[in-house]
């Protein structure tokens, strides 16, 4: 198993403990080359703050952190980021971004911010995706399955849904 | 003086002290037609995570809200978003932005993501710019003439910089 699996594998372990919460299972942790920074899974209904990304981002960016965009961080989470976590992941000094699921509804890792301003310019981010896409369908399959949340009854993010369904 | 006049007179204010506490002066409000949701500024040395717009989105957006896109929320900041503020301020039922100064720099207010994913295509912003930007130059002036923080001693955001100083 690479190191991106084996990183991957972590963020699947998150994901399962917020399904076992009945959460959406996306989890999420950041690394510096294979080095563990921190983790972070989903924790709430959907369409709120505390995204798997964010929790982990607040935990490693925290105060007067030490991270440059010399360092090699990678985020690993088990779906395409949204608009907010992608935004935030641009703000922060991570490299490479690495999900297991693509989301068709609102994933932005494949997005561009146009006009880009300078500051973004210089600023690359290598996408890896599809890492265990397997493992992190089923659960979401499951989530699906089971969920009581009234966004995903009523029909939200359908276009997700026909992914997660898609064999 | 008109509703957006008046609200960004109380981001403003947030922007004072900011400046006073020795940071840029960034002050950013959440009003629903008006009426005051939450206010915010900017509490920390550049490039982290506690922007003035994130700290008033975590007071206003945090746990079960029942705010949706049905809601007139308009956010008011003395500063145009970066790429972290406007992702999650296009992530929450936020219809309205309204900032005081440009940021040639890193300034994301006019950008649009390509390709849009569909949860972005009927979800519109209304942008209005300008407001009350003489007063927040002023602040933003003073900052610089001011900071000790060595990004900025150093030429960062020199759009951005160029921007405060040109009359």
């Keep these: 198993m690479d190191q991106d699996e084996t990183m991957m594998g972590m963020a699947l372990d998150e994901a399962r403990s917020a399904l076992a919460e009945g959460y959406l299972p996306v989890g999420?942790?950041?690394?510096?080359?294979g080095t563990l920074l921190g983790r972070g899974r989903k924790g709430m209904e959907s369409n709120h703050?505390?995204?798997?990304?964010?929790?982990?981002?607040?935990?490693?960016?925290s105060g007067d952190y030490r991270y440059?965009?010399?360092?090699p961080i990678s985020l690993y989470t088990?779906?395409?980021?949204?608009?907010m976590c992608w935004g935030t992941l641009r703000h922060l000094p991570i490299r490479r971004l690495v999900y297991a699921m693509s989301d068709p509804y609102g994933g932005c890792a494949a997005a561009e911010v146009t006009p880009t301003p300078p500051r973004h310019l210089s600023r690359p981010l290598e996408v890896i995706a599809g890492v265990r896409q397997r493992e992190a369908r089923e659960l979401f399959r499951r989530f699906l399955d089971t969920t009581t949340e009234s966004f995903w009854?009523?029909?939200?993010?359908?276009e997700f849904v026909a992914q997660v369904r898609c064999d």
Excluded: K, W, Y
Aim: net charge negative.
């Design 28 to 33: 999420a942790v950041l690394a510096s080359d």
């Design 49 to 61: 703050l505390d995204h798997a990304e964010m929790v982990v981002f607040r935990q490693v960016f």
């Design 68 to 71: 440059t965009r010399a360092d």
């Design 78 to 83: 088990t779906l395409e980021p949204c608009i």
């Design 153 to 158: 009854i009523n029909g939200g993010a359908s």
